[in-house]
């Protein structure tokens, strides 16, 4: 009995991973190339999804989350200059 739950569980946590991955990757596809500091940087973070699958989605969202509210805060500064 132990096993079937600690199976389960497991399935529930690979399951709810791969959600995470799928939709932080699509957050990736979504943003063009101008919301990327460097010129190859949506293909390197392509190739970090598809060889570090394990920490990319988790380093995405840092990296999104700290860099787009970077930006969206010079943008703000820049429109009241």
Do not use: H
Not at 9 to 32: D, E, H, K, N, R
């Amino acid at each position: 009995m132990d096993a079937a739950f600690s199976l389960l569980g497991i399935t529930i946590l690979v399951v709810c991973y791969c959600i995470v991955w799928i939709y932080q990757f699509v957050q990736l596809m979504l943003l063009t190339n101008e919301d990327f500091p460097g010129k190859y940087d949506k293909c390197l973070w392509t190739a970090a999804f598809i060889l570090a699958f394990v920490l990319a989605p988790i380093a995405f969202m840092a990296w999104k989350n700290a860099y787009l509210a970077m930006a969206r805060t010079q943008r703000q500064r820049s429109d009241k200059s």
